[in-house]
């Protein structure tokens, strides 16, 4: 197929693309740095060009912290954004399928015992980020409705290699290779005691490339492991891997109640046989080693 990617110098973006290569697709993409999803013209004029047949919607303020820190700019991107790509998809490739990212972050958070949230538990967006991303995926149920082929992911958390530090698994692989080189100051930590629902990104990846199949029916898939880990177990894991035992300070500004996000991702599995294939260990060593190098190559 020719396929459109939005987002495609990000994180997922940037893997996504060779994936989709290597699997005999046409890939077009754009980042920020080419056309700003935010402007409907550029926007247009990029879907017009390439005519796609399928889009991956990955453009977005996706760090919670930046979106609250600016709503306008959320807004902006996030819910203008995905306007734009539904209304240049409906005038020049309406029968294209448009794969919108969307978040866990949508759901409520809940008590660290409380059962996985599956595609039917309410919506409970609290902050800029979750309300931008739900208004986006109501855009999306807008034009289904219309007759067009919308597919709308709710991907839980996912990390890997070349994530950014301000995302927690990789600030704290990089603050356990730094003490394991042999820096001597203590980790700044947060809650340790939530739980969230960790997927290596090369498997959310793999789910998106699925919900390609136009033999999959269009509706609304979690992309989540379905095991809760308390982000303690992050420190613990990435520690034991490196050998060390990390003095640990609580940062206040990273500081929220424990509370808990873990997700059901059977629809997934019953429509496309998608699987997880990274264990939680795999995930952290692959995460420690990334962050070993770099600290090493900092250090020259």
Aim: some cysteine.
């Amino acid at each position: 197929m020719e396929i459109l990617v939005t987002g495609s110098r990000g994180f997922v973006g940037s893997r996504l693309i060779p994936r989709l290569e290597a699997a005999g697709h046409r890939v077009s993409g754009f980042d920020v740095d080419s056309v700003d999803v935010s402007d409907s013209s550029a926007v247009e004029a990029f879907v017009r060009g390439c005519s796609p047949e399928a889009v991956i919607h990955l453009a977005a303020i996706a760090f919670v912290p930046a979106a609250a820190k600016d709503p306008g700019l959320a807004e902006r991107v996030n819910v203008g954004g995905t306007r734009n790509i539904i209304e240049a998809l409906e005038a020049h490739a309406a029968g294209a399928r448009l794969l919108l990212i969307g978040s866990g972050d949508q759901y409520p958070a809940l008590d660290p015992e409380a059962p996985s949230l599956s595609e039917e538990t309410p919506l409970a967006p609290s902050g800029a980020y979750a309300e931008t991303k739900t208004a986006a995926e109501n855009l999306g149920h807008e034009a289904a409705q219309r007759g067009r082929d919308v597919v709308i992911v709710r991907a839980f958390n996912h990390t890997g290699p070349g994530q950014e530090t301000n995302f927690v698994a990789p600030d704290f692989a990089q603050q356990i290779a730094r003490i394991e080189a042999g820096n001597s100051e203590p980790m700044r930590v947060g809650n340790l005691d939530s739980v969230r629902d960790f997927l290596h990104v090369d498997d959310v990846i793999d789910a998106y490339i699925r919900l390609l199949d136009p033999a999959v029916p269009a509706g609304t898939y979690n992309v989540a492991s379905g095991m809760g880990t308390k982000i303690g177990t992050l420190l613990e894991t990435l520690a034991r891997l490196a050998g060390v035992r990390p003095e640990v300070l609580r940062d206040e500004k990273r500081w929220r109640p424990a509370d808990a996000r873990v997700g059901n991702s059977q629809r997934l599995q019953r429509a496309t046989g998608w699987r997880p294939s990274h264990s939680l260990d795999a995930i952290l060593a692959e995460l420690l080693d990334y962050w070993r190098a770099r600290v090493q190559e900092q250090a020259r």
